[in-house]
T-cell receptor
Framework: SQQGEEDPQALSIQEGENATMNCSYK?????LQWYRQNSGRGLVHLIL?????REKHSGRLRVTLDTSKKSSSLLITASRAADTASYFC?????????????FGQGTTLQVKP | KAGVTQTPRYLIKTRGQQVTLSCSPI?????VSWYQQTPGQGLQFLFE???????NKGNFPGRFSGRQFSNSRSEMNVSTLELGDSALYLC?????????????FGPGTRLTVT
């Protein structure tokens, strides 16, 4: 079963614009992670934010976490055509002691050159 | 370090057959997790192995099984294949850092059941 829901399901923007994706989840978590997947290939880990963190940055990525609302957002600034991919949030519903992740349905991002 | 490798990359099987998929984790990673990805159900957790023991199991029938070897390489087996088993099977290896596991995924095995 899916832990999270992502919004929007699909997003189309022009190169240079910012892209924001949202993720909501149902149970308490140890951490939340964001992954990127290009065209049915393997997933690439982008960023991990722990339950006691509120915001994290990595290059052009900014992730926020609101545990009271059970939601997270991923912001990609100054998007590029190469950012075109599906983005998934994944939650660790345990105590951080196992490698089990529960994934959302994903947001498909298209960046037009 | 070399990344996670999965073999084979593509596989076509007939309903009723069985299949074995292989995953070699990143050197030093002791945890290997398997996921099934389909257009309808998305990414679903199958199971996780750590030090040759199954540590977590998802909600899949007993036809899906796995194992892990002493070198951390893992295999998963699906017996009596059904059409609905057609999917991308992803393996991820991970290590624990600062109280959390970051997972590194392989390219996947695309299984088609006809």
């Amino acid at each position: 079963s899916q832990q999270g829901e992502e919004d929007p399901q699909a997003l189309s923007i022009q190169e240079g614009e910012n892209a924001t994706m949202n993720c909501s989840y149902k149970t308490s978590i140890n951490n939340l992670q964001w992954y990127r997947q290009n065209s049915g290939r393997g997933l690439v880990h982008l960023i991990l934010i722990r339950s006691n963190e509120r915001e994290k940055h990595s290059g052009r990525l900014r992730v926020t976490l609101d545990t009271s609302k059970k939601s997270s957002s991923l912001l990609i600034t100054a998007s590029r055509a190469a950012d075109t991919a599906s983005y998934f949030c994944a939650t660790d519903p345990g105590s951080g002691n196992t490698g089990k992740l529960i994934f959302g349905q994903g947001t498909t991002l298209q960046v037009k050159p | 370090k070399a990344g996670v490798t999965q073999t084979p990359r593509y596989l076509i099987k007939t309903r009723g057959q069985q299949v074995t998929l292989s995953c070699s984790p990143i050197s030093g990673h002791r945890s290997v997790s398997w996921y099934q990805q389909t257009p309808g159900q998305g990414l679903q957790f199958l199971f996780e192995y750590f030090s040759e023991t199954q540590r977590n199991k998802g909600n899949f029938p007993g036809r899906f099984s796995g194992r892990q070897f002493s070198n951390s390489r893992s295999e998963m087996n699906v017996s009596t294949l059904e059409l609905g088993d057609s999917a991308l099977y992803l393996c991820a290896s991970s290590f624990r850092t600062s109280g959390s596991y970051e997972q590194y995924f392989g390219p996947g095995t695309r299984l088609t059941v006809t």
